[in-house]
């Protein structure tokens, strides 16, 4: 079997090039020199008092996390290979360079896989050496093992608000503790879970997993690491529920807990391959299915948030909120991944626009001549 093809140039220098790309097409971003795969904003001096942000992690994710940079949410971050932890002395560039820039404290945002937690953590106590203000926050937002490994959940999609709360609560100017403690308590109502139809491939390797035609598996991480069940592709609808009714499964010990008169936010992930079509339908469905729990759906991103390269899938993240953190989710962002939202809660507005009343049309001789002559023009 042969690797997929991909439209690179080659596979050593993708993830430079994807970053490169990135970065010639947003005035808000600039690469670090020295051969570090660290992107920052641009405008580093607005920083100077405030707690900068740094997430980051392997490549194949895009448009996280380089797209969440910007006014309101990322200060900056650090790439690895595709699907690779970026290395600790990349991480520690990039703390540095936002303590220089005159940040008060730098918090790092992390998913919970072994490599990012050791290399981000290393990062962080070097720093610290060298007289930082430094906290690490660990996203493990996974809703799909009922007894997790010992590594613990992991984390997927559900990282993209925490960037996006901990980015309003910085731009106010909070202390790093108090981000810290803040977000902490916003991870409690944090829960992913996805479903793949289809494996992905890292450029140049052969696809990370199989799965027959008409199959699909529930459960699986954002590198292809497996999941929980495998069973034939059904419709939009009882995916959905199957989903939601896992994720909220009070016998799992990583459900997320959700109840009748809770008010929540949505994010629909494409996970690389799907087509908008099919995106907007699982979004309804999304909508609906939660609805009929009583739940309040405040808002909704739909889109690629956290790929994992093309794979044919989408997660769906939910988090539970209050009008603090509605106002926090809603606040200001320049980051160019972020999506352009209405402030309106979903559920509960009249979204019917009633139709113009018609009088039949005139079917004279006439008009039949027009409809020919017009079909011939």
């Not at 641009?42 to 910007?70: I, M, Q, Y």
């Not at 977000?183 to 479903?195: S, Y």
Request: glycine share 12%; proline share 5%; net charge neutral.
């Amino acid at each position: 079997m042969e690797p997929r093809q991909k439209l690179i140039n080659s596979v050593d220098v993708c993830v430079d090039e994807a970053l490169c790309g990135l970065v010639r097409a947003s005035g808000g971003l600039s690469l670090m020199g020295g051969g570090h795969r660290v992107l920052l904003r641009s405008d580093l001096n607005l920083l100077r008092g405030k707690v900068a942000l740094l997430s980051g992690g392997g490549s194949g994710h895009e448009p996280a996390h380089g797209g969440f940079l910007g006014e309101g949410m990322l200060s900056a971050a650090v790439a690895g290979g595709v699907f690779a932890s970026p290395p600790p002395a990349s991480i520690l560039a990039a703390i540095l360079c936002l303590h220089n820039a005159g940040a008060s404290g730098v918090l790092l945002i992390v998913k919970n896989y072994t490599g990012d937690r050791l290399n981000f953590g290393l990062a962080a106590e070097q720093a610290r050496n060298h007289g930082v203000d430094v906290n690490m926050v660990i996203v493990a937002d996974d809703c799909a093992f009922n007894q997790p490994s010992k590594a613990g959940r992991r984390g997927l999609c559900g990282t993209i608000f925490i960037h996006k709360l901990a980015g309003a609560l910085a731009e106010e100017g909070c202390s790093l503790v108090q981000i810290v403690s803040k977000v902490t308590e916003a991870l409690k109502g944090i829960g992913t879970l996805g479903v793949s139809l289809s494996p992905c491939s890292v450029p140049g390797c052969l696809p990370s997993f199989d799965l027959p035609p008409g199959g699909m598996e529930i459960g699986l991480g954002i590198h292809g690491e497996p999941g929980i069940k495998r069973s034939k592709v059904a419709s939009a609808d009882e995916v959905v529920k199957t989903m939601i009714d896992h994720m909220t499964n009070t016998d799992s010990q990583s459900h997320l807990p959700l109840k009748s008169g809770d008010s929540v936010v949505v994010c629909v992930n494409n996970l690389g391959a799907l087509s908008c079509l099919e995106m907007a339908v699982v979004t309804r469905a999304t909508i609906i299915c939660l609805e009929s729990r009583g739940v309040v759906v405040a808002r909704v991103m739909s889109g690629s948030f956290m790929t994992s390269l093309e794979m044919a899938g989408v997660s769906l993240s939910v988090m539970t909120v209050d009008q603090e953190t509605l106002r926090l989710f809603d606040a200001k962002t320049s980051a160019p991944a972020w999506p352009n939202l209405s402030s309106v809660c979903v559920s509960g507005r009249s979204f019917i626009t009633e139709a113009p009343e018609m009088s039949p049309r005139p079917t004279g001789p006439h008009t039949l001549r027009r409809a020919s002559e017009s079909r011939h023009a």
